[in-house]
């Protein structure tokens, strides 16, 4: 099911809280019991829930609003009937609850701090069991088949390079070439060794140009060529909309193929724009090393976090 594990686990555990229970946790398994579940009445209790939850930000927005003390306020809210002003807090002393002016020196250091602070992300190990029949992928990724450590600009709508990834994809549909030369300077600090002699992309059906253009940009700023070598060859719904592992690893299953080319052996860059999951990369890496490409370094302008 498309559903995240935490989720999963949640409404499980909240099943086994019944009475009667539908369901019962028998070692490390979770096994149903005799007993029938009544959805009436949970419809019920998650009315009640969602009442209570309403009530609850009622109150959270008045505090936002409240001008008198804040922990007489929370006090209160709690039931506490000893409430009373406490002399701490921002109310109580006539300070402001929030910095009115910031430095703009302070705002420009921040900002080349967090443009300087690419993440690295590292390569999966294991392949979700049955999750790809087509490929016929299972157990773990053997090294040469195994992406090499990646490297990501940004996290996406961040305060550094992350606005200007947003307005690149969904808004003028074209990445800026500052973005280019901040992943040129990406590369630099990264030094991935052996150093790429090629360029591909992540293929896309939906946006056929955006990450090919970004890729060709980038190769001809490194002076590497860059090769539409990975095709994708059937749709597959976005990795964002995946919610647990084995759907973002199924929902890649038998969607690329790799064309040959002369310099195919040589160690090769893999460029994306946004990435949710490190599957796309572990599937597509796999692909290129089986078709007999050198290591695969996974780099991407933003993660989706």
């Known amino acids: 099911m498309n559903l995240s594990r935490p989720r999963i686990e949640r409404v499980l555990k909240t099943l086994a809280v019944e009475t009667p229970a539908p369901l019962a946790r028998l070692e490390n398994r979770w096994v149903t019991t005799p007993q029938r579940y009544h959805a009436e009445r949970r419809r019920r209790l998650v009315e009640q829930l969602t009442q209570l939850r309403r009530e609850e930000q009622t109150q959270m927005d008045a505090y936002r609003r409240h001008s008198g003390c804040l922990m007489e ?124 002699t090629w360029v591909t992309c992540v293929p896309s059906l939906d946006h056929t140009v955006l990450v090919a253009d970004l890729a060709t940009r980038l190769a001809a700023r490194l002076g590497v060529p860059f090769v539409d070598a990975v095709q994708k060859v059937r749709a597959t719904r976005p990795q964002k909309e995946m919610e647990n592992s084995w759907q973002q690893a199924h929902n890649l299953d038998g969607a690329f193929r790799v064309e040959p080319w002369p310099g195919l052996a040589g160690p090769v860059l893999v460029v994306d724009d946004i990435y949710d999951s490190r599957w796309t990369f572990t599937v597509v890496a796999a692909l290129l090393r089986q078709a007999g490409s050198g290591p695969v370094f996974p780099v991407a302008l933003a993660a989706n976090r």
């Open 73 to 196: 306020f929370l006090a209160r809210a709690l039931d506490d009937p000893a409430a009373r002003r406490c002399g701490l807090c921002a109310a109580c002393q006539g300070k402001p609850d929030a910095m009115r002016t910031v430095s703009q020196t302070l705002v420009r250091e921040a900002v080349a701090f967090l443009r300087g602070a690419d993440l690295s992300f590292q390569p999966r190990g294991l392949w979700q069991a049955g999750a790809l029949p087509v490929f016929s992928w299972q157990g773990r990724i053997a090294a040469d088949r195994r992406a090499e450590e990646g490297r990501v600009l940004c996290i996406l709508g961040d305060a550094g390079w992350g606005s200007l990834v947003r307005r690149g994809k969904y808004v003028d549909g074209k990445f800026s070439s500052e973005l280019i030369e901040a992943l040129a300077a990406l590369l630099q600090r990264w030094q991935p060794s052996p150093h790429p």
